[in-house]
């Protein structure tokens, strides 16, 4: 017998950071044992996003930020064409959320590629905790780097490399961060869809699939539907060259 969505996110589950296994890839790393306590108290509680669900929606109240304890998500607006345009994807261990603080309003769509579960902080208890906890602030001001970080390491892929680059900077990217998680960094599923890789880097679906099938000839990787093998990792960074260097594992962009 199913379990109601309601009944999951009751607010009785409450995520324990001092006990998560994705605390050194999330807000608590480096923070003492008392904060950390403090810390766990202002988490509202874990919730359950299904497959095609949506987290948050362009113009949503902005009230708290979500880390990410499993599965896939995508991020995306509307342009003025009426055309999806899809600005990240978040693993496990990322916040998201970041770009609503100064608008108070959320400036992009976020849903679930897969099922997940996402830890949600209300913002105004976290204000309160920055304030107390020096540490806490520092780790913020880190992940908030990483964010403006990310958007211009963006703007340099999608203007000075080329499709074959693109591609594998963006593969390479996904491996240093499951790598960084503790999966392994050759073998592993893609959530998204070739048509979602291809808007997230600019490229039309049929150079996607044409990239794809000649990183395969050249043996660079095996795919096989979203399983994807990189059986030379070495070649598939020289391909990229230096762009993969500004792009930081724990970033929620490639």
Do not use: W
């Not at 959320?106 to 099922?115: G, K, R, S, V």
């Amino acid at each position: 017998m199913s379990i109601p969505l309601s009944a999951q996110i009751l607010p009785a589950l409450k995520a324990v950071c001092s006990k998560c296994s994705l605390r050194e890839l999330c807000l608590p790393v480096g923070i003492e044992r008392e904060d950390l306590a403090r810390l766990d108290a202002a988490i509202d509680r874990r919730q359950h996003v299904r497959a095609g669900q949506h987290l948050y929606r362009v113009q949503d109240r902005f009230e708290a930020l979500y880390a990410v304890r499993s599965g896939f998500f995508k991020t995306y607006e509307i342009n003025s064409d009426g055309c999806e345009q899809i600005n990240g994807f978040h693993m496990v261990g990322e916040i998201m959320g970041l770009d609503a603080i100064s608008a108070d309003n959320h400036t992009c769509n976020a849903i679930a590629l897969e099922d997940c579960e996402v830890c949600i902080i209300p913002f105004h208890r976290l204000e309160e905790l920055l304030r107390d906890i020096p540490s806490l602030m520092r780790q913020f001001h880190r992940l908030m780097s990483r964010e403006i970080a990310a958007d211009h390491d963006m703007m340099m892929l999608l203007g000075t490399m080329t499709a074959e680059e693109k591609l594998a900077a963006f593969l390479l990217n996904l491996s240093q961060r499951l790598s960084l998680r503790g999966f392994s960094p050759t073998v592993f599923h893609l959530s998204m869809s070739r048509e979602e890789i291809g808007n997230y880097l600019g490229l039309q679906l049929e150079t996607v699939s044409r990239v794809f099938s000649k990183l395969q000839q050249e043996n660079l990787l095996q795919a096989n539907r979203r399983n994807l093998t990189i059986t030379d990792l070495a070649g598939l960074q020289r391909l990229a060259g230096c762009a993969t260097a500004t792009h930081k594992p724990e970033s929620s962009r490639p």
